[in-house]
Structure formats: structure tokens, C-alpha cells
């Protein structure tokens, strides 16, 4: 996730990923979550983040989530993976199934891009590919304590929809904060 102003400072570009990416998306998750959730996650979880892990669960992300309505791009840097992306179709059960409702599941970069204009392409990138895939409107979900996270998405044109709920996955109870914007692009 980037905090950008809005300029650029530095070309970047944006691709779909391959399965030839998944470790390069481990290393770029693991930094990202190491310097944006210190603080928010224990250290200890953080820690224990393990490149080999997370390469094989890329790697069946990358084999079975992918199609017209689902996918995950890639932003480069000078040759260098520095920030990714995915999206599907929403997955909560909360959802009016009249509306067209796509997720971002997951938006991440490096932390020396962090202010760079990077995150800024990256949704702009990833919104104009829910859009293009038929969707209406995206979600995503944050964790409370996030403000730099919170702030960036307000700045690109998301709100809080009011959805809340606590996370206890890897016995890690975190208060998520659902976020929503629309897609008429």
C-alpha cells in the first residue's frame, strides 16, 4: 500500500502476474507486512512469516484464481517487483447479489515505494480491471488501527461502509473495517 500525493516520482509498470512470480510476490508480501502491520500484528507472527510458505500458497493462487473476473497485477520498478495486487468476486455473505461486487483482496508495496505514486497506479490499475471484468463496485477490507492505509484509500475515493468484523484467522483477532467505492469508470 502506498501513501502517495498523487506524482509520480518514478516510471513504473503494471502487469499481470505469472506463476513464475510467486516467489517474488512472497518477498514483496513479506516486507510490506512486516513494516505496515509492526505495531498492528504481534512481532512474533510477523517474525515467523516464512518466504517457502508463502511462495506455495502464490503458487496455487496463481494456478487456480485467474480469469476474466479475477487476478493479480504485478507493478514493477526499474526491472524490480515492487508492489502487487488481486481481485475476485466478493466473497461476503453480505452482499446484495444484484449488484456486481468485486474485492480486492490484497494491495501491498515495497516500503522504500511507499510515497512514490506507485500504490496510486496499482488501484488505478486494478479498478480499471474490475471494471473492464463487468464489476459495479469494489471492496476491500482494513485493519482499524491502519490509518496510513485508511488515509490512502480515503484519498483515492473509498469510504468505510459501516461492515466491521474481527478476524481471528492464525489466532490473530484483528479489527477489520470494510472500505467500498464505485466503479463507473
Same mark, same amino acid.
Given at each position: 500500500m502506498d501513501d502517495a500525493t498523487g506524482e509520480d516520482h518514478v516510471t513504473h509498470r503494471i502487469r499481470l502476474a505469472t506463476q513464475q512470480d510467486a516467489p517474488t510476490l512472497a518477498r514483496v508480501q513479506k516486507a510490506s507486512w512486516r513494516a505496515a502491520f509492526r505495531g498492528l500484528l504481534s512481532d512474533d507472527y510477523l517474525? *515467523?512469516?516464512d518466504h517457502e510458505a508463502l511462495t506455495k500458497t502464490w503458487e496455487g493462487l !496463481?494456478?487456480?484464481?485467474?480469469g *476474466?473476473?479475477?487476478?493479480?497485477? &504485478? *507493478?514493477e520498478q526499474a526491472d524490480r517487483v515492487v508492489?502487487?495486487? =488481486?481481485? $475476485? #468476486?466478493t466473497d461476503d455473505e453480505d452482499e446484495?447479489?444484484?449488484?456486481? @461486487?468485486? /474485492? &480486492?483482496?490484497? &494491495? $501491498?508495496?515495497? #516500503?522504500? @515505494?511507499?510515497?512514490?505514486?506507485?500504490? =496510486?497506479a496499482l488501484i488505478?490499475? @486494478?479498478?480499471?480491471? /474490475?471494471?473492464s471484468a463487468g464489476y459495479a463496485e469494489a471492496t476491500l477490507?482494513?485493519?482499524?488501527?491502519?490509518?496510513?492505509? =485508511?488515509?490512502? $484509500?480515503?484519498?483515492?475515493?473509498?469510504?468505510?461502509?459501516?461492515? @466491521?468484523?474481527v478476524d481471528r484467522?492464525?489466532? !490473530? #483477532? &484483528?479489527?477489520?473495517?470494510? $472500505?467500498?467505492t464505485a466503479l463507473n469508470r
Open positions: 517474525d *515467523a512469516l !496463481l494456478s487456480h484464481f485467474g *476474466a473476473r479475477a487476478g493479480t497485477l &504485478i *507493478a508492489g502487487y495486487s =488481486r481481485f $475476485y #468476486p446484495d447479489d444484484s449488484v456486481q @461486487v468485486g /474485492m &480486492i483482496g490484497s &494491495i $501491498y508495496t515495497l #516500503p522504500d @515505494v511507499w510515497g512514490t505514486g506507485v500504490g =496510486r488505478t490499475a @486494478v479498478l480499471d480491471a /474490475m471494471a477490507w482494513v485493519l482499524e488501527g491502519n490509518t496510513r492505509a =485508511r488515509s490512502f $484509500y480515503e484519498r483515492n475515493g473509498w469510504h468505510h461502509d459501516g461492515s @466491521v468484523v484467522s492464525d489466532a !490473530l #483477532p &484483528i479489527k477489520k473495517l470494510r $472500505y467500498r
